[in-house]
Structures are given as structure tokens and as C-alpha cells.
């Protein structure tokens, strides 16, 4: 009886990831791009040596250009390759539930993470970007695991993993860092309170593993001194209250959906949640493991609004590196309740969530607006002609989906950008002046302008040119405007 009951339970869970899996490969394949996309694109262009030192001039670590660096040199310089490399990151966290949480905290609490980890409409966007949100989340989640299981029991296997899956997180995303900072100390604490409890040997390989990475850290850590110096970590983000609040709040929930409903049931769902702790609290049930999650998901979120304050970097798309704790304890404090009505609501509502998101990502990944501008450009595009933007969003889609010509991005507020845009090279260049760029070529200018004409209106000098064409295009994907000026010099 008792394996039959396992043997179900598998079941549902086989079931879920392959549906979850499903669901997520049907709006999987699309070549749109927009412009962080674009960057982790035009970086393949480039060796492991050359993405560190350009990657060392924006604002990431380096190690998910390496991973994707190698998916390139398997499978070319292929973006659908890419997108299902990050779709394969969301589908790891699933099958967590399976193997790992499920071993540790039972059947329920695996069950109701794989379940969230394929359905909160979060996970479908960032599943299938190209960037390294997706594996940042595996690291993260795999390096708390790691951490909890040393802590129940100090076998070496343990700690060595938790110490290689922290500074993998490390490498991927600062919030990562800052969690694995917050991790390690809470370690740390849990050693000097234990020790007399430990063995020489178990105390020994925790040192070591300390020890393990800070050294591999180091090399990376002069770059990041780099960064906060050169551009503060996050220049280009301004922090709007009450929104940000609204947006911590519902960011796992809201997907491409309206914020209304999401963050609606947001606020229940974890007003539920935070009930159920205080209950568990008040009957002196031992829920540490479900508690520190949640507690290390906030200090991040602490922490970085302090540094905030003066420099802004508090971005709710970047929480999603640490979602899987969230996740985590959200599941582990619903397997507590034996209400089956209030969790099959729950995962009910969830599941609608989701599917809205997917029929809205699927409306907008697969419009025949989004090949439009790069389908005019390659037709009409020869081989003289250059390409001109001062907006370097859409300017990094061009650079990274048009090789053909060459390309010149005007850096006309003068950021500390052009070691970090490297990454799109040869094809494109930074230059400082319109005049600069009218020099370098005999042919036609194709201006990439936005949609008030902003770099056109405000141009010097048009009586030397004939224009040719103006066009406008408005892709789905991503809500891009285009507008494309053909210039003829005279």
C-alpha cells in the first residue's frame, strides 16, 4: 500500500514537470531579443578572456556569459540555443522538488515547489530570457539546501557542495552574493555556537571550504571594486515609492499581468503564510528550516535598500535570483496545513495566473510585428551603408541580430560605457558626434531613432543629406518603437 502511495506521488510529480515543461517550450521559440538580451548575444561574439574583461565593465559577474559562452561553441551562435539553455535552468529548479526537497522535507513540500517553481507566472519569463536569471535562482536555491543539510548533518559531501553552489552564485548575480554573504555568516554562527558539539575533522572542512571562496572570489573581486567605483552598480534605475513596494510585493505573481489582481492575492497569500507561522510559533513547533529562507530573502532586500539610499539598485526583476527561497518556504508552511480546500484554491488561482501569463507571452513572442525592423533592414540595408542610434536599447537589438554593416552607437551623454560595449563588437562602435560618424562613410546613414525622433529632430547639418525614407515599426515583444531614417548624403 505504502508504495503504491510513492509510486502516485511520483507520479503527480513526473506529471507536473512535464506539463510545466511543456507549457514553457510553446512560447520557447522566437529569435525576438531586447536589449539584455542583446548584450549576453553580442558578448558570444568574444573569448572567455575578452568576456571577462568587457563583462568586468558592465554591472554582472562573468560566469553565466561563460556557461552560455560554451553553449555557443557547441550549438553556434544559435538564440533559440541559447533561450532553451535558460528554459533548462527554471526546468532544474522543478525537478529540486523531486530529488532534493522532497527527500528532505517530504512529499507535500516537494510536490508544492515543483508546482510553484513551473506555474508562479514569474518563472515563464524568466525561463525564457537569455540571461542568467534562471540559473542564478538554481544556484541559489541548491546552495540553502546544501546549507541546511550540513547543518543537520555534517557529512563532508555537504559543506563541499554548499561552498562550490555559493561561489557559483556568487559569480552570477550580486543579489546572489549578497545572499550567499548572508548565508555564510549565518554558517559561520551555527559553527562557533556548535563546536565543542563537532568533530576537528568536520570544523576543519568548514574552514577550508570558507577558505576555498574567498580564493576563487578574489580574482573576481578587483573587477567588482570596478564596478561600484565606475558606475555605482545601478545608474540607470530610479527607485519610484509606493511602486517599488507594489512590486516587491506581487513580483513573483504578476508576470506580463496587470498588477491588480496579482498583487491582490499576493497580499493573501502571504498574510495566509504569515499566519500559519505564527500559529506554528505560538505552538512551539521547530520551523527553522522553513523560517531562514524567508529571513535571508529579506536581509537582501534589507541590505540592498540601505545601499540604495545612495546609490540605487533595488530592482524587483533581480529579486527573482533569490525567489527560490521564497518559493521554498511558501511551500514548506503550506505542507503544514491540512486544509486540502485553502492549497487546491491556492494552486487553482496560481495555475489561472499562470495560464493569462503564457497566452500573453505567446500573443507577444510570436506577433509578426516583432521581425519587422530587422526583416526591412536586411532587405533594403547595402553593403556601404552604416547604422547610427543614440538609443542603445533598441541600438543593441541591431547590433546584435544585423552584421553586416557597420554600426555606430553615439554616446552623446558621455557615459562610462564603451569598455562595457565591447561586448558588440566588431560590428559596432562607439562614437561621440554625428560628424564623427558621417567621416567614416561613402554610403547611406540608417538612423535607429525612437518614436519622437529625438536623435533626427535634433541632428546638425541635414541640408548635406537627402532623406530618403522614414518608417516606423512597433514590435510586441518587449514594446519597442523603431523609427528608421534612410539619409543619401548630396
Same mark, same amino acid.
Given at each position: 500500500?505504502?508504495?503504491?502511495?510513492?509510486?502516485?506521488?511520483?507520479?503527480?510529480?513526473?506529471?507536473?514537470?512535464?506539463?510545466?515543461?511543456?507549457?514553457?517550450?510553446?512560447?520557447?521559440?522566437?529569435?525576438?531579443? /531586447?536589449?539584455?538580451?542583446?548584450?549576453?548575444?553580442?558578448?558570444?561574439?568574444?573569448?572567455?578572456?575578452?568576456?571577462?574583461?568587457?563583462?568586468?565593465?558592465?554591472?554582472?559577474?562573468?560566469?553565466?556569459? /561563460?556557461?552560455?559562452?560554451?553553449?555557443? =561553441?557547441?550549438?553556434?551562435?544559435?538564440? =533559440?540555443?541559447?533561450?532553451?539553455?535558460?528554459?533548462? !535552468?527554471?526546468?532544474?529548479?522543478?525537478?529540486?522538488?523531486?530529488?532534493?526537497?522532497?527527500?528532505?522535507?517530504? +512529499? &507535500?513540500?516537494?510536490?508544492?515547489?515543483?508546482?510553484?517553481?513551473?506555474?508562479? @507566472?514569474?518563472?515563464?519569463?524568466?525561463? #525564457?530570457?537569455?540571461?542568467?536569471?534562471?540559473?542564478?535562482?538554481?544556484?541559489?536555491?541548491?546552495?540553502?539546501?546544501?546549507?541546511?543539510?550540513?547543518?543537520?548533518?555534517?557529512?563532508?559531501?555537504?559543506?563541499? #557542495?554548499? !561552498?562550490?553552489?555559493?561561489?557559483?552564485?556568487?559569480?552570477?548575480?550580486?543579489?546572489?552574493? %549578497?545572499?550567499?554573504?548572508?548565508?555564510?555568516?549565518?554558517?559561520?554562527?551555527?559553527?562557533?555556537?556548535?563546536?565543542?558539539?563537532?568533530?576537528?575533522?568536520?570544523?576543519?572542512?568548514?574552514?577550508?571550504?570558507?577558505?576555498?571562496?574567498?580564493?576563487?572570489?578574489?580574482?573576481?573581486?578587483?573587477?567588482?571594486?570596478?564596478?561600484?567605483?565606475?558606475?555605482? !552598480?545601478?545608474?540607470?534605475?530610479?527607485?519610484?515609492?509606493?511602486?517599488? %513596494?507594489?512590486?516587491?510585493? $506581487?513580483?513573483?505573481?504578476?508576470?506580463?499581468?496587470?498588477?491588480?489582481?496579482?498583487?491582490?492575492?499576493?497580499?493573501?497569500?502571504?498574510?495566509?503564510?504569515?499566519?500559519?507561522?505564527?500559529?506554528?510559533?505560538?505552538? &512551539? +513547533?521547530?520551523?527553522?528550516?522553513?523560517? #531562514? @529562507?524567508?529571513?535571508?530573502?529579506?536581509?537582501?532586500?534589507?541590505? %540592498?535598500?540601505? *545601499?540604495?539610499?545612495?546609490?540605487?539598485?533595488?530592482?524587483?526583476?533581480?529579486?527573482?535570483?533569490?525567489? !527560490?527561497?521564497?518559493?521554498?518556504?511558501?511551500?514548506?508552511?503550506?505542507?503544514?496545513?491540512?486544509?486540502?480546500? =485553502?492549497?487546491?484554491?491556492?494552486?487553482?488561482?496560481?495555475?489561472?495566473?499562470? =495560464?493569462?501569463?503564457?497566452?500573453?507571452?505567446?500573443?507577444? +513572442?510570436?506577433?509578426?510585428?516583432?521581425?519587422?525592423?530587422?526583416?526591412?533592414?536586411?532587405?533594403?540595408?547595402? @553593403?556601404?551603408? *552604416?547604422?547610427?542610434?543614440?538609443?542603445? +536599447?533598441?541600438?543593441? %537589438?541591431?547590433?546584435?541580430?544585423?552584421?553586416?554593416?557597420?554600426?555606430?552607437?553615439?554616446?552623446?551623454?558621455?557615459?562610462?560605457?564603451?569598455?562595457?560595449? &565591447?561586448?558588440?563588437? @566588431?560590428?559596432?562602435?562607439?562614437?561621440?558626434?554625428?560628424?564623427?560618424?558621417?567621416?567614416?562613410?561613402?554610403?547611406?546613414?540608417?538612423?535607429?531613432?525612437?518614436?519622437?525622433?529625438?536623435?533626427?529632430? $535634433?541632428?546638425?547639418?541635414?541640408?548635406?543629406?537627402?532623406?530618403?525614407?522614414?518608417?516606423?515599426?512597433?514590435?510586441?515583444?518587449?514594446?519597442?518603437?523603431?523609427?528608421?531614417?534612410?539619409?543619401?548624403?548630396?
Amino acid at each position: 500500500m505504502e508504495n503504491k502511495i510513492l509510486k502516485k506521488d511520483n507520479l503527480l510529480h513526473i506529471l507536473i514537470i512535464i506539463l510545466g515543461t511543456i507549457l514553457f517550450l510553446i512560447p520557447a521559440f522566437h529569435t525576438n531579443i /531586447w536589449f539584455d538580451e542583446s548584450y549576453s548575444v553580442g558578448l558570444m561574439n568574444h573569448s572567455f578572456a575578452e568576456i571577462w574583461t568587457i563583462a568586468g565593465n558592465d554591472v554582472h559577474p562573468v560566469l553565466y556569459y /561563460w556557461i552560455l559562452k560554451i553553449v555557443n =561553441i557547441i550549438f553556434g551562435a544559435n538564440i =533559440i540555443s541559447y533561450r532553451i539553455f535558460s528554459l533548462l !535552468g527554471i526546468i532544474v529548479l522543478g525537478i529540486l522538488g523531486l530529488t532534493h526537497i522532497k527527500k528532505d522535507f517530504g +512529499n &507535500k513540500t516537494g510536490l508544492l515547489f515543483t508546482f510553484f517553481s513551473f506555474f508562479l @507566472p514569474v518563472m515563464l519569463n524568466y525561463a #525564457l530570457e537569455i540571461r542568467m536569471y534562471s540559473w542564478t535562482i538554481v544556484f541559489v536555491t541548491l546552495m540553502l539546501i546544501y546549507a541546511n543539510r550540513w547543518r543537520k548533518e555534517k557529512k563532508q559531501k555537504n559543506i563541499i #557542495l554548499f !561552498g562550490l553552489t555559493s561561489i557559483a552564485s556568487c559569480y552570477m548575480h550580486y543579489f546572489a552574493l %549578497v545572499c550567499s554573504g548572508f548565508v555564510n555568516v549565518a554558517m559561520v554562527i551555527h559553527l562557533i555556537r556548535n563546536r565543542k558539539k563537532l568533530l576537528k575533522k568536520e570544523i576543519l572542512t568548514f574552514i577550508l571550504v570558507e577558505i576555498m571562496q574567498v580564493l576563487l572570489y578574489l580574482p573576481w573581486l578587483f573587477v567588482f571594486v570596478g564596478q561600484l567605483t565606475r558606475v555605482g !552598480g545601478g545608474f540607470w534605475i530610479t527607485i519610484e515609492f509606493p511602486q517599488i %513596494v507594489i512590486d516587491i510585493i $506581487n513580483f513573483q505573481f504578476k508576470g506580463s499581468l496587470e498588477q491588480t489582481v496579482p498583487t491582490i492575492f499576493a497580499v493573501i497569500l502571504l498574510v495566509y503564510i504569515t499566519y500559519i507561522i505564527i500559529k506554528n510559533i505560538k505552538q &512551539k +513547533n521547530k520551523i527553522t528550516e522553513g523560517i #531562514l @529562507p524567508i529571513i535571508f530573502y529579506l536581509l537582501v532586500i534589507l541590505a %540592498v535598500s540601505i *545601499v540604495s539610499i545612495k546609490s540605487p539598485i533595488l530592482y524587483a526583476r533581480y529579486l527573482f535570483t533569490i525567489t !527560490g527561497l521564497l518559493v521554498f518556504s511558501i511551500s514548506y508552511f503550506l505542507a503544514k496545513e491540512n486544509n486540502k480546500f =485553502i492549497i487546491g484554491f491556492i494552486c487553482g488561482a496560481i495555475f489561472i495566473l499562470s =495560464i493569462n501569463n503564457l497566452i500573453i507571452n505567446l500573443e507577444e +513572442n510570436y506577433d509578426a510585428s516583432n521581425s519587422e525592423p530587422i526583416s526591412y533592414l536586411r532587405e533594403n540595408l547595402q @553593403p556601404d551603408d *552604416v547604422i547610427m542610434y543614440s538609443n542603445i +536599447n533598441n541600438g543593441g %537589438v541591431i547590433a546584435a541580430l544585423i552584421e553586416t554593416n557597420k554600426q555606430y552607437f553615439l554616446n552623446l551623454d558621455y557615459w562610462t560605457i564603451e569598455e562595457a560595449y &565591447k561586448a558588440y563588437l @566588431p560590428q559596432m562602435e562607439v562614437a561621440y558626434s554625428i560628424d564623427e560618424v558621417v567621416k567614416k562613410t561613402n554610403g547611406r546613414i540608417f538612423i535607429i531613432d525612437t518614436a519622437d525622433l529625438s536623435l533626427y529632430n $535634433n541632428m546638425e547639418n541635414k541640408e548635406q543629406f537627402k532623406e530618403i525614407e522614414i518608417k516606423e515599426f512597433k514590435p510586441k515583444y518587449k514594446n519597442y518603437t523603431y523609427k528608421i531614417i534612410i539619409l543619401e548624403k548630396i
